[in-house]
């Protein structure tokens, strides 16, 4: 996850200042435990063209019970993760959700939950408030017949959007979550002056990964262009934001090459603070580390299956009914953990010459191998050319290398379908 806000306040706060503070020691945390994003439930009531987990509105077999979940928290608690996503399929579905929420929140954990939003009334608006979730998470995929489209229901968007309100007046934290392909990128400035409409003060941009029904369309996924071209609109977004004192936050998620790119970005539109801050922000770039699968975020299925994060249920690392989480993560027996833990991870391809390697830890490992069958190969969805990367060496054998970003087809997003 890259947090645009916090590098943004960081330079408005030098801008102000005068100076930038040192970032922590690369790899340093605060708590030893990654972040769990938790699938405690399969079952949807929608079935979204982009769907990582393929679910349906039906009941699974062989979930784990509420005393499994209970056991495996507290073995989270003392493996000291520091926060907890709820998630699904749509969590609200899971009979015992507000139980395993009441405990969560005793034991202290940061706990998020991320619903589609569609089954969000007053009673159970109410019901979440009463929670205390620290965030609640809602997904647009664009406006109403966009969304509609995705979610393969009309009436969709505005349940969803009916349910950011009703949250909203309720005093409970909710952002808008949006994934950006080919078939919705037109959409996205138009979601950005939604969410300051609605007085929402987080955005979540995720990149499509090739994963579930995302890796059945990642022929549709956006140009690189177009990826461009929405993070710069990000970017400035999160800037003035940050220079102007507003309560927004914005973070984007499965594509590290957004980390670079912000280095690019302030040096074609803002050349000044460039000039002055390039040094002291690229060090909280590499201390931030980038992709953090398999360190500091971790996915544990609605079976109990572990995996290095949402996007890897094709690999189980080990199940929670056989093994603590604890001892599952701990362990880098499997040669994927393994890799993924290392510093410098085993890359390929562009990736291994790649002088930013220091700044997203080698990407996306697992759109490397949905594509590839290789983890280590180089990440297609590096939107980055040749230059921006400093690559002056021939990629290592392995893996064939990217054309060259100019030779490849840009497309503004304003001229997507």
Not at 168 to 188: I, P
Not at 277 to 298: F, K, M, Q, T
Not at 323 to 329: D, K
């Amino acid at each position: 996850m890259f947090r645009i806000s916090h590098f943004m306040q960081l330079l408005a706060a030098a801008e102000s200042d005068g100076a930038m503070p040192a970032p922590r020691a690369a790899g340093s945390k605060a708590s030893p435990g990654p972040v769990v994003i938790w699938n405690l439930i399969r079952r949807c009531n929608l079935t979204c063209k982009h769907c990582y987990a393929l679910s349906a509105d039906h009941d699974y077999a062989g979930e784990l019970s509420s005393a499994e979940v209970g056991a495996v928290m507290d073995d989270l608690h003392a493996f000291k993760v520091p926060v907890l996503i709820l998630s699904g399929g749509e969590p609200l579905l899971r009979p015992d959700l507000f139980q395993i929420a009441a405990r969560a929140k005793a034991m202290r954990f940061y706990v998020g939950l991320s619903t589609n939003g569609t089954l969000i009334d007053a009673p159970m608006a109410d019901r979440i408030a009463q929670a205390n979730f620290d965030y609640v998470g809602i997904s647009l995929d664009g406006l109403r017949d966009t969304h509609d489209r995705f979610r393969r229901l009309p009436g969709a968007f505005d349940r969803s959007l009916a349910a950011v309100r009703l949250l909203r007046t309720r005093g409970v934290k909710v952002g808008l979550r949006f994934t950006m392909t080919a078939m919705n990128a037109h959409d996205l400035p138009a979601l950005l002056q939604l969410m300051r409409d609605e007085q929402v003060n987080k955005f979540y941009f995720s990149h499509l990964n090739y994963a579930g029904r995302g890796n059945i369309h990642r022929a549709k996924d956006a140009q690189f262009a177009a990826t461009r071209d929405a993070l710069d609109l990000l970017f400035e977004r999160a800037w003035r934001a940050a220079r102007d004192g507003l309560d927004e936050e914005y973070v984007t998620g499965n594509n590290d090459a957004d980390g670079p790119y912000l280095l690019h970005w302030l040096q074609r539109f803002h050349p000044e603070q460039h000039a002055r801050w390039h040094e002291p922000l690229r060090r909280h770039l590499v201390a931030w580390g980038g992709n953090s699968s398999g360190v500091n975020v971790a996915n544990i299925d609605n079976l109990g299956h572990v995996h290095p994060d949402t996007m890897w249920w094709h690999h189980s690392l080990g199940s929670v009914r056989e093994r603590p989480f604890s001892a599952i993560w701990a362990d880098t027996r499997d040669p994927l953990m393994a890799g993924l833990k290392s510093r410098p991870r085993p890359v390929k391809g562009r990736c291994a010459g790649c002088a930013q390697l220091d700044i997203c830890g080698g990407n996306t490992r697992v759109r490397a191998q949905q594509t590839t069958g290789d983890p280590w190969a180089e990440d297609p969805g590096c939107f980055l050319d040749d230059n921006e990367i400093g690559l002056t060496t021939p990629p290592l054998p392995g893996c064939a290398p990217l054309a060259s970003f100019a030779a490849r087809r840009r497309i503004p997003i304003e001229a997507l379908p």
